[in-house]
């Protein structure tokens, strides 16, 4: 069975910088593009950042210039160095990635990790 698994949230102070990543792991033959979304309380789920298998990348325009997304094919992988942090980017974080899982493709969501940005 196939799981994502985020970690390195937590509290950082304005203007910090914190980097999370992103685990997949189970029955993995192939992995597509993998993107970071985040949820602020009361607040649509929104994309962050795209990673594609080769490693081309987008941004949300409220986080170009300070997030920067990276994956790690050979460990499962995927990264988001969060720089200059400000309090709305204050949110749950959530990976999402299109896995091969040997039989067909499916799209999986983690269960997220909580970034709080507060002085």
């Known amino acids: 069975q196939v799981q994502l698994v985020e970690s390195g949230g937590g509290l950082v102070q304005p203007g910090g910088s914190l980097r999370l990543s992103c685990a997949a792991s189970?029955?993995?033959?192939?992995?597509?593009?993998m993107d970071w979304y985040r949820q602020a309380p009361g607040k649509q789920r929104e994309l962050v950042a795209v990673i594609t298998v080769g490693s081309s990348t987008n941004y949300a325009d409220s986080v170009k210039g300070r997030f920067t997304i990276s994956r790690d094919n050979a460990k499962n992988t995927a990264y988001l160095q969060m720089n200059s942090l400000k309090p709305e980017d204050t949110a749950v974080y959530y990976c999402?990635?299109?896995?091969?899982?040997?039989?067909?493709?499916?799209?999986?969501w983690g269960q997220g990790t909580q970034v709080t940005v507060s002085s």
């Open positions: 189970g029955s993995i033959s192939s992995i597509g593009r």
């Open positions: 999402n990635a299109n896995i091969q899982d040997g039989r067909q493709w499916a799209n999986y």
